[in-house]
């Protein structure tokens, strides 16, 4: 496992509708840590994304019954706030524009390495922790983003 930290796996959302790479990738996202839930289609990716809550997101812009940027122009439009990677083999300037534009926070074209992937989500789920909400109460505090408490005398 390569998470950086000790805490509970993170949790991916991979919305691709070619059933031989969501194979291969979630395989390979297991391997370093996370916790997969797979649809396969732009419809399912909306209902899962709007009722579970994710770490970060993997998105193939071509999605049956519901296109990868509208998924996530909706996504955007409603609280959901994670971190969305665009995992496409839409790899133009102008298409990577467009998936940005729509709400992306980084975008992949096919094919790609398995571990510029990887690191490419590593350094999405750093940058989700970066901007962690922190409670205060009393002299402790409560960092929601880690899931983690820690007291006056620093324990945890």
Do not use: N
């Not at 070619?18 to 797979?38: F, H, I, K, Q, T």
């Not at 955007?76 to 706030?81: A, E, L, T, W």
């Amino acid at each position: 496992m390569t998470q950086e930290h000790m805490r509970d796996p993170w949790r991916l959302l991979l919305v691709e509708d070619d059933r031989e790479l969501v194979g291969m990738l979630s395989e390979v996202l297991r391997d370093e840590g996370y916790a997969v839930d797979v649809a396969t289609d732009g419809q399912r990716g909306l209902h899962l994304g709007l009722t579970r809550t994710y770490d970060v997101l993997v998105i193939d812009r071509r999605l049956p019954v519901l296109d990868g940027l509208d998924l996530l122009r909706r996504l955007r439009s409603r609280p959901v706030r994670s971190p969305v990677l665009l995992l496409t083999g839409m790899g133009s300037v102008p298409d990577r524009v467009d998936g940005l534009d729509a709400g992306a926070d980084d975008y992949l074209a096919k094919p790609f390495d398995l571990d510029e992937l990887t690191a490419r989500l590593r350094a999405l789920c750093r940058r989700s922790l970066d901007v962690s909400e922190v409670l205060r109460i009393g002299s402790g505090r409560l960092d929601v983003s880690r899931r983690e408490v820690v007291l006056e005398d620093g324990e945890r």
